[in-house]
Every structure is written in structure tokens, then in C-alpha cells.
Nanobody
Framework: QGNLIVSGGGIVQPGGSLRLSCQASGRHFSGYEMDWFRQAPGKEREFVAGVSWNGRNPYYADSVKGRFIISRDVAKNTVDLQMNNLKPGDTAVYYC????????????WGQGTQVIVSS
């Protein structure tokens, strides 16, 4: 587990938005791919979105394409996930993950943050 601090979770109604933030502490993660994963109640953990070490090449799970935007600020050692048009199916605990581009088995996971989408 790495030093990744996750914030921004909460409870929103369907169609609402949230912005999750992952801030590294204790070290820098330049050269790491940054990803967001989530785990919904009763379901397996799944990939949500990722961005390359240089802040480009964002990619998304099909379920969130067109609704979520991942971005990172390498200098500030942060990665964000803007979540728009949230659906009840987005309810999950969200995790920030850093993966060493060179040593891909070198991973750091942040503490999860709860996102609940409900009317």
C-alpha cells in the first residue's frame, strides 16, 4: 500500500456529479500510471478509469465512458476523477491506484472513498 489520500466521495442523486481526488504523500508518483477502481456491494472490484504517467492517454471502462473524466497533475502529484451524470450503478467504494510503469508489480492503493448514488 502506498501513500495515497483519497477524498471527494459522498451521496448524490442520480444525474448529479462528484469529483474525487487522490493526493500522494510521502513520495512522488511521476513515472506511475494512475488508475481508479471501484467495488460495488456484492460485486467484484472493477477498473473505472486510468491515465498514463505523463498525464495523457486517458482510458475508461465502457460503463463510464462519456460521463467520467480522469486527469492528473504530475507536478502536484494528484489525480482526479470527475464523475458526471451519476447513476445508481455507480454506487461503490472508489480506490486510487498507482502502478510503476517500469515495475508493473509495484502498486500502491489508496484508502477507498464511498460514493452513493440514490434518490
Amino acid at each position: 500500500q502506498g501513500n495515497l489520500i483519497v477524498s471527494g466521495g459522498g451521496i448524490v442523486q442520480p444525474g448529479g456529479s462528484l469529483r474525487l481526488s487522490c493526493q500522494a504523500s510521502g513520495r512522488h508518483f511521476s513515472g506511475y500510471e494512475m488508475d481508479w477502481f471501484r467495488q460495488a456491494p456484492g460485486k467484484e472490484r472493477e477498473f473505472v478509469a486510468g491515465v498514463s504517467w505523463n498525464g495523457r492517454n486517458p482510458y475508461y471502462a465502457d460503463s463510464v465512458k462519456g460521463r467520467f473524466i480522469i486527469s492528473r497533475d504530475v507536478a502536484k502529484n494528484t489525480v482526479d476523477l470527475q464523475m458526471n451524470n451519476l447513476k445508481p450503478g455507480d454506487t461503490a467504494v472508489y480506490y486510487c491506484v498507482a502502478t510503476d510503469t517500469i515495475r508493473t508489480d509495484n502498486q500502491y492503493w489508496g484508502q477507498g472513498t464511498q460514493v452513493i448514488v440514490s434518490s
